[in-house]
């Protein structure tokens, strides 16, 4: 049990610097995580409390959530739980392309998974047979098992608009597409004008990047773990962002 519990299809089972787990991908050549700031820490920090404490997402009745893409499920686990514990009584819909289905095994090896408080056993039965789940009462997550390319055109397609959209894939160098200007032009169209997106990435080319598509990029630094951005469709003025130039 224990030499499967630390690989799945030769994929390792790591434990990152904040004690909590990720896994190491061989075929994205790619880790799912920060090993260095720690897979609850940087989720937290970099995609879930700048949306709800600085772009005051706390304050709207329902919430439309992109999660690029579901990976270990941290983004949309570690909504449901911080927007509950920090009394959000709206309505909450994430949508999630992946394009592995094998990710819901990877969770199941988890020995012990950051999100208490979570019905883990529940929510991935219901994944793997509807690919929908109640994560809480108000909060729902739809995962989209299909390439993130098509799960877009179909959004795009539904006229469907988001408030807050994790940019969360693996580095441009495993998978470039969600890095040039087709995909970001797609994000921006994607946005709400007063959502957000969030991203670990704050290279020179991601900026760019992101500015030839229309967005005003910040340095965020929540001084917990290296500093991410946040990307907006206006100039916002805030103590804690930087503008990226
Ligand atoms: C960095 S991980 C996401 C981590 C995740 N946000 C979390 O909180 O655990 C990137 C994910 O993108 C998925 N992926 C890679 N290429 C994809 C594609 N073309 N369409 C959809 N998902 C893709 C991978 O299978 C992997 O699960």
């Not at 090993?35 to 600085?54: N, S, V």
């Not at 020995?111 to 929510?123: M, N, S, V």
């Not at 098992?145 to 055109?153: K, R, T």
Request: aromatic share 14%; charged share 20%.
């Amino acid at each position: 049990m224990d030499d499967f519990l630390f690989s799945c299809n030769q994929d390792k089972y790591i434990i990152s610097a904040d004690g909590t787990p990720t896994f190491y991908n061989h075929s994205f050549n790619a880790c799912y995580h920060s090993l260095r700031d720690g897979a609850l820490k940087e989720t937290l920090h970099k995609h879930i409390y700048p949306p709800m404490h600085i772009c005051k997402m706390l304050e709207k009745e329902t919430l439309y959530i992109l999660d690029i893409c579901f990976g270990l499920g941290y983004n949309s686990f570690c909504t449901a739980l911080e927007y509950y514990k920090a009394g959000f009584l709206g309505n909450i819909h994430i949508i999630s392309p992946e394009i592995d289905k094998g990710v819901l095994d990877k969770i199941s090896l988890f020995k012990a998974h950051p999100w208490q408080g979570l019905e883990i056993g529940r929510i991935l039965e219901e994944l793997r047979k509807d690919s929908c789940s109640m994560l809480l009462d108000n909060i729902k997550l739809e995962v989209i098992f299909d390439d993130a390319f098509n799960v877009l055109n179909t959004l795009k397609q539904r006229n469907i608009h988001f408030n807050v959209i994790y940019h969360d894939a693996f580095s441009r160098r495993s998978t470039p597409r969600f890095w040039d200007l087709d995909f970001f032009l797609d994000l921006y169209s994607l946005l709400l004008n007063d959502g957000v997106m969030t991203s670990y990435s704050l290279s020179k080319a991601t900026i760019n990047t992101a500015i030839k598509a229309g967005f005003f990029v910040y340095v965020y630094n929540s001084g917990f773990c290296q500093k991410s951005a946040l990307f907006l469709k206006s100039t916002f003025n805030d103590k804690n962002l930087i503008p990226a130039s």
